[in-house]
C-alpha cells in the first residue's frame, strides 16, 4: 500500500525533498544514519520507512549520533551520515561537529529546520543552526529553494569527503522536505565547483627528495592526512631507513612495530621521538598540522630543522611554522611521487644516537599492588593481538592507549585529538563497528568521558554490537588530577568521581558487564569478554587512581622541560 | 631551497584585502568570522555587488602583521563560496573612500568652511542654517585630514563607507 503510493507519485515525475534525499544518500553509497528524529525532521522519517537500503540507528542523544557519524568515516574511509532534528536536535551535535573538523572526518550531518515561513521569526524549536555551525563545519547550506536541494546534498557529499574531509552540514526547513519537486532533478549530473589540487608541485618535489639525500638526520613525522597514504610511505621510509614518529592521529599510518617507529611523539609522546625529532636536521611532515599538543613552545621545535611540509590543506602550510619546502597535495600522490626520486642519506650515525635515546629512556610503568592502567592497556593490547579497532575516549587512559596499543594498520586508532571531546570514545566505537561489522572493535574509555554518552549503551544493545568497552577506571578525571598534582600543588577540586558500579549498569542496559580490581583476574576478564559475539560487554577496569601519564612536556613547554617520571 | 627559515614579521601595518565571493547570503558572516576567531579588528569593511551580479567584491582593511594576515588569506580561501582573495597592500593599487561630514555652519563660518572643502574637492550636498553636509572621497588619510580641518567648527556626524581599492592597470585581482 504504502510502496505503491511512492510509485505513484514517481510516475507523476515528482517526488518529494525527504525522498529525493534519501535517494540521493542511497545512490552515494551511504547505509547507515545514525540519528534522532523531531518535529521538523519528521518527513525525512517518514521518507526512511520506505528506504530499506539506508537503515537509521536510533541514538539516544545526537551528540551520540555525530561520533557515531564521525567513528563510522573514520573506520572505514568513506562518509558518516547523521541527522537531528531542529533546534535542540541540531544544538546537540555541535560538539560531534566540532570533534570532526578538528580531526577532519568526512560526516554529513542533515538538520531539520522550521518551515521557511517561520525562519527567523523565534519560532517552536528554531536556531539558526548554519551561523551556529560555520565555525565548525568545512560548510554549510540552509536551503530555502527546494529545487536546489538535492545539488546543495550532492556538493555536500562531495566536499565532506573531497581534499581534507570533513563535516558539512545541509539545514532543510520541514516544508522543503515536504515539496514537491521534478524527479529530473536527480538525474542531473554533478560537477564540483572546485576540485582539490592533489598532485604535488613537481619541483617542490624535487627539491624534498634533495632535502632527504643530503640530509644526516632526518625524520618523518606523520599525521592524520598520512592514512591514507601509508603504502608509499612505508616505501620511503624502508628505503632510506627515516626513523617515523606519528602523532595520535597517525598512529596507524606506519607499522608501529617496526623498529623504524620511534611510537608517538608530542606532549606524552616517546622521549625518544621527542629528542629525536628536536635534533633533526630534516622534518618530513605528512598530514599533519603542527599542533600545540605536538611541538610544544614553538619556537624551541626543532631549532636545527629544515621543513618539508606535506597538506593538502595551503592554509596549514606555514601557519604554525614555516615551511622550507612546502608541497600541497594528496600525501599518497605526493609521497608516490616523491619516495623514488630520493636517494637514501648517510643515517648510520644518527641511528646509533636514537637507539641509545631509546635504549635509556624506554616507555616503562613500574608494578605496584594495584592493578596499573599501563598493565590493563598491555593486557588488552596482547589479548586482541594488536589486531583490534582501537577507539579512546579522551583522557589520561588515551594517552596509555595511544602509547602501549601498537597500530599497524591504517584506521585502526580512532581518538578525539584535536578537540579532544570526553564522551568520545563509546560512540565513536559504535560507528566504528557499524563500519567494520567483522572486525574486533574495541572501546578504551575513561570513568570520566564514559558517563557522558554511556546512556546509548542500549544503541549498541539494540544492535547487537559485539563492542568491548574497556573502562579504565580511576574514580577520578585523571588528566585533570595530574595537572592539579603537578601544577596546581596537589589542591584537588572537582576531580574525584563517586561511580555507578559500570558493570551493573552494562547489565541494566543489557549489555555484559564484568568488573576487575586485581591484576591476576585481568586477562580471564578480558578474554572471556572476547568471546561475547551478540552484545557489547563492558569490562571495568579498576586501577591505581594514583598513577600519573609519563613522559609528560607540560603545556607550552619545549623538550628540555620533559617530565620522564622516574 | 631556502637556507635561512624566514623570521616572522611581528610589526603590525595596515593590510588591505580584495576578497570576490559568490553573492549569496551568509558569506560575510564566515569570512568576517576568521577574522574575530584571530582577534583582528576589522578597521574598514566595504562590501557590494560587482560587474557579475553574481560576485560581491568584499574590500577590507585590517591591522596586523603581514604573516598574519597571509595566514588568514589562506583560511579565508577554503571558504566555498569565495571565489578569489589577494592581499593587495603591497600591489599598486588606486584606493578610496567615501564620507559624509555634517559640521555646524552658521553664517559666520559657512564661507570658510565651504572654501577649506574646495582645497579637499569636498562637495555640499545639504544645508540648512546651521549645518552643511559635505561630500568627501579620497584616500583615507585625506579624509581624516579633512576631518581634521573642520574639526574646530564641531563635526555633528560622519558616515564613512570604508576603503575600496582596485589593482592600478589592466590587470584585475
Given amino acids: 500500500m504504502r510502496t505503491s503510493t511512492v510509485e505513484a507519485r514517481e510516475a507523476t515525475r515528482t517526488v518529494s525533498g525527504a525522498r529525493a534525499v534519501v ?73 560531534g561537529l566540532a570533534d570532526a573538523m578538528m580531526d577532519s572526518a568526512a560526516v554529513l550531518a542533515i538538520t531539520g529546520q522550521v518551515v521557511r515561513a517561520n525562519i527567523g521569526t523565534d519560532a517552536f524549536q528554531e536556531a539558526d543552526v548554519t551561523s551556529i555551525t560555520t565555525p565548525i563545519t568545512k560548510h554549510n547550506a540552509l536551503v ?47 560537477e564540483p565547483r572546485r576540485r582539490p589540487v592533489t598532485k604535488g608541485n613537481a619541483t617542490r618535489i624535487a627539491q624534498a627528495a634533495d632535502a632527504i639525500s643530503r640530509s644526516r638526520r632526518p625524520v618523518l613525522y606523520v599525521g592524520g592526512g598520512a592514512q591514507d597514504a601509508s603504502v608509499p610511505l612505508g616505501r620511503l621510509a624502508r628505503r632510506c631507513r627515516i626513523p617515523v614518529m606519528v602523532t595520535l592521529m597517525g598512529k596507524g599510518a606506519f607499522d608501529e612495530t617496526d623498529p623504524l617507529c620511534l611510537g608517538m611523539l608530542g606532549m606524552h609522546g616517546t622521549a625518544y621521538a621527542n629528542y629525536a625529532i628536536n635534533a633533526a636536521d630534516l622534518v618530513i611532515a605528512v598530514g599533519a598540522r603542527f599542533d600545540d599538543r605536538v611541538t610544544g613552545r614553538l619556537k624551541d621545535f626543532c631549532p636545527h630543522a629544515r621543513f618539508i611540509h606535506i597538506d593538502i590543506d595551503p592554509s596549514e602550510i606555514g601557519k604554525n611554522k614555516p615551511a622550507h619546502v612546502p608541497i600541497v597535495g594528496d600525501a599518497r600522490e605526493v609521497l608516490e611521487a616523491l619516495e623514488p626520486l630520493a636517494r637514501p642519506p648517510e643515517t648510520e650515525a644518527w641511528w646509533r644516537q636514537i637507539e641509545e635515546w631509546r635504549t635509556r629512556h624506554p616507555l616503562r610503568w613500574k608494578p605496584g599492588p594495584l592493578l596499573k592502567p599501563q598493565e590493563a592497556i598491555e593486557a588488552i593490547y596482547r589479548v586482541t593481538r594488536g589486531e583490534a579497532v582501537v577507539v579512546t575516549d579522551v583522557g589520561q587512559h588515551q594517552m596509555w592507549a595511544a602509547q602501549y596499543y601498537k597500530c599497524r594498520r591504517p584506521r585502526t586508532f580512532i581518538s578525539s585529538a584535536g578537540l579532544g571531546a570526553m564522551g568520545f570514545g563509546f560512540p565513536a566505537a559504535m560507528g566504528a563497528q557499524f563500519a567494520r561489522p567483522d572486525t574486533l572493535v574495541v572501546a578504551i574509555v575513561g570513568d570520566g568521558g564514559f558517563q557522558m554518552t554511556l546512556q546509548d549503551l542500549i544503541t549498541a544493545v539494540e544492535w547487537k554490537l559485539p563492542l568491548k568497552v574497556y573502562v579504565v577506571n580511576n574514580t577520578s ?16 577540586c572537582a576531580v574525584h568521581l563517586r561511580n555507578p558500579d559500570f558493570a551493573r549498569v552494562a547489565e541494566a542496559f543489557g549489555a555484559v558487564g564484568i568488573r576487575v580490581e586485581r591484576s591476576d583476574e585481568l586477562e580471564p576478564a578480558l578474554l572471556r569478554s572476547l568471546e561475547v559475539t551478540d552484545r557489547p560487554v563492558v569490562v571495568d577496569l579498576v586501577v591505581d587512581p594514583e598513577e600519573n601519564c609519563y613522559p609528560m612536556i607540560p603545556s607550552g613547554q619545549s623538550v628540555k622541560e620533559m617530565i620522564l617520571g622516574d | 631551497m631556502t637556507d635561512a627559515v624566514p623570521i616572522p614579521q611581528v610589526r603590525s601595518e595596515r593590510r588591505v584585502l580584495a576578497v570576490l565571493v559568490d553573492n549569496v547570503p551568509g558569506v560575510l558572516l564566515r569570512v568576517v568570522a576568521l577574522f574575530r576567531r584571530r582577534g583582528l579588528n576589522i578597521h574598514s569593511l566595504a562590501v557590494s555587488v560587482t560587474e557579475d551580479p553574481a560576485v560581491s567584491r568584499i574590500t577590507m582593511t585590517v591591522e596586523c ?109
Fill in chain 1, 144 to 190: 530555502i529553494e527546494p529545487h536546489g536541494l538535492v545539488r546543495t546534498l550532492r556538493e555536500a557529499i562531495y566536499l565532506c569527503q573531497s581534499g581534507r574531509p570533513g563535516p558539512v552540514l545541509v539545514d532543510v526547513p520541514r516544508d522543503v522536505f515536504q515539496t514537491q519537486i521534478p524527479a529530473d532533478l536527480l538525474d542531473e549530473p554533478f
Fill in chain 1, 23 to 95: 535517494r540521493v544518500l542511497e545512490e552515494a553509497g551511504a547505509e547507515w544514519i545514525f540519528g534522532h528524529p523531531g518535529g521538523a525532521s519528521l518527513p525525512l522519517y517518514d521518507a526512511l520507512y520506505d528506504a530499506p537500503k539506508l537503515r537509521h540507528v536510533l541514538c539516544r542523544h545526537e551528540q551520540v549520533a555525530a561520533h557515531a557519524a564521525t567513528g563510522y568515516a573514520r573506520a572505514s574511509g568513506r562518509f558518516g551520515v547523521c541527522t537531528a532534528t531542529s533546534g535542540p536536535g541540531a544544538t546537540n551535535l555541535v560538539t
Fill in chain 1, 477 to 492: 578525571l585523571g588528566m585533570v588530577r595530574q595537572w592539579q598534582e603537578l601544577f596546581y600543588q596537589e589542591r584537588y
Fill in chain 2, 65 to 173: 602583521p603581514a604573516i598574519l594576515a597571509e595566514s588568514v588569506v589562506k583560511q579565508v580561501r577554503r571558504v566555498m563560496e569565495v571565489r578569489r582573495v589577494r592581499d593587495v597592500t603591497d600591489a599598486p593599487r588606486t584606493e578610496r573612500e567615501l564620507a559624509l561630514v555634517k559640521v555646524n555652519a552658521p553664517a559666520g563660518v559657512r564661507s570658510e568652511i565651504l572654501e577649506a572643502a574646495q582645497v579637499f574637492r569636498a562637495r555640499p550636498i545639504d544645508l540648512t542654517e546651521k549645518t552643511v553636509t559635505l561630500e568627501v572621497t579620497g584616500s583615507p588619510e585625506k579624509i581624516d585630514a579633512f576631518l581634521n580641518l573642520v574639526a574646530r567648527h564641531g563635526v555633528r556626524e560622519v558616515a564613512r563607507t570604508g576603503s575600496v581599492a582596485l589593482i592600478r592597470g589592466s590587470a584585475t585581482t
